[in-house]
């Protein structure tokens, strides 16, 4: 069973950061493509940032990239999610999940965290 646990949201200020962990066991975190996703109120899932952990290869959406990094630490089998200069419209709950393909789409994501929620003010 695969399971991701996510934590490390909160409240900011614009221009502010935070970091996002998604802790799981070895083998998802070798076997699948890591990815972090979000969904804004009343909007549609999107992808922020997805990564092969095995490779390396990092994917991110055009709209965080520079301001958001995708890293890994091996030896705890988390994934993380740097986030500076966040933007209001950075608001939103943040899933960290696990596919099949990399990057794929978000239907090649089978497998979900709870999710952490994520607030940025004006």
């Known amino acids: 069973q695969v399971q991701l646990v996510e934590s490390g949201g909160g409240s900011v200020q614009a221009g502010g950061s935070l970091r996002l962990s998604c802790a799981t066991s070895?083998?998802?975190?070798?076997?699948?493509?890591m990815g972090w996703f979000r969904q804004a109120p009343g909007r549609e899932r999107e992808a922020v940032a997805r990564?092969?952990?095995?490779?390396?290869?990092?994917y991110y959406a055009a709209s965080v990239e520079g301001r958001f990094t995708i890293s890994q630490d091996n030896a705890k089998n988390t994934l993380y999610l740097q986030m500076d200069t966040l933007k209001p419209e950075d608001t939103g709950m943040y899933y960290c999940a696990a596919g099949n393909r990399c990057p794929g789409t978000i239907s090649d994501y089978n497998h979900w965290g709870q999710g952490t929620q994520v607030t940025v003010s004006s």
């Open positions: 990564t092969f952990t095995s490779s390396g290869s990092v």
């Open positions: 070895a083998y998802t975190y070798s076997r699948y493509c």
